[in-house]
């Protein structure tokens, strides 16, 4: 049958257009062409599939019945055309990103807006969680790309570049003033109420990790699900909230929470953008991935 589709483009559109002459003529080929796929096809198969009448060519029973099927499959591959069309051109089509609360907040939304401004035929879905869970679905390939924080385990397949820096910080409020102007040691966070991230996130795994190797091990008071609920516990003085400055920026700007001061830096993180080299990219996610790059490169 493969080596008869020219036949069967033939037979197609002599059925469509009811004549050899149209045919002829939609596929820029010379009627007495038309004519002999048409008695090749009708060979190969053993029966008559048209009959001239004076109006043209009409399809026979055994042809109307061929007809329906190999219709439906030329419809079908040219619906098919037209969809990818509308990829290449980027008028259809999905990105799928993989984000945290900070990634989106801090970083993507920008983007996303940018890139729904120029291509507003994309449809752009975006699943939150924290930086595990990201690169278990990128490995799964529930999504494109994943917009993670630092650090996280690598692999040979994950690919990646880093596009903003982020500060992890501890914050309170006024119930903790005396600690505003005092210079601490981290051993000094075993005292306090703490309010940290809950569950497996790169935050909360960083911090434990840097701050053991101070040799301070912290058991949190209070463990809340986003980064926004433990700058308002702080707010509340109901603990010092460990956070990624960005959530507290306003707060602390305003003076209403200040940063408590160590001995030592806790050395900034980074956003990076993943990506499964295992497999290729859709053609809109990697127009999202250039249009971040380019505009990351002129920053």
Do not use: W
Request: aromatic content about 12%.
């Amino acid at each position: 049958m493969i080596s008869n589709l020219e036949y069967y483009k033939v037979f197609y559109y002599v059925g469509k257009y009811n004549g050899i002459t149209a045919a002829a003529k939609e596929l820029s080929i010379s009627q007495p062409a038309v004519s002999q796929s048409i008695h090749q096809l009708e060979s190969i198969l053993g029966c008559t599939l048209f009959q001239r009448t004076s109006k043209g060519m009409k399809l026979t029973s055994e042809g109307s019945l061929l007809y329906r099927y190999v219709e439906k499959g030329y419809e079908q591959i040219d619906l098919g055309e037209q969809r990818l069309k509308q990829l290449l051109h980027l008028d259809a089509g999905e990105v799928r990103i993989g984000a945290s609360d900070m990634t989106l907040r801090f970083f993507l939304l920008p983007y996303l807006e940018k890139f729904h401004e120029l291509y507003p035929g994309i449809k752009v879905t975006v699943t939150n969680g924290p930086t595990p869970e990201t690169l278990s679905y990128l490995r799964d390939d529930r999504i494109d790309f994943g917009v993670v924080s630092s650090p996280f385990t690598e692999d040979s397949n994950l690919s990646f570049f880093p596009v903003s820096d982020i500060q992890d910080t501890f914050v309170a409020g006024r119930k903790f003033i005396p600690y505003k102007n005092r210079m601490l040691d981290f051993s000094d966070l075993q005292s306090m109420p703490l309010i940290f991230l809950e569950g497996k996130t790169s935050t909360t795994d960083y911090i434990h990790s840097f701050l053991e190797k101070h040799n301070t091990t912290l058991h949190p008071e209070f463990e809340l699900a986003t980064s926004d609920m433990i700058v308002q516990f702080a707010l509340r003085s109901l603990g010092v909230g460990c956070v990624v400055r960005d959530f507290a920026k306003e707060y602390l700007d305003s003076g209403v929470l200040f940063e408590l001061r160590f001995n030592k830096m806790i050395p900034k993180r980074q956003i990076c953008v993943v990506t499964d080299t295992s497999r290729s990219l859709s053609i809109a996610a990697d127009k999202l991935i250039q249009l971040i790059k380019n505009n990351f490169s002129q920053a």
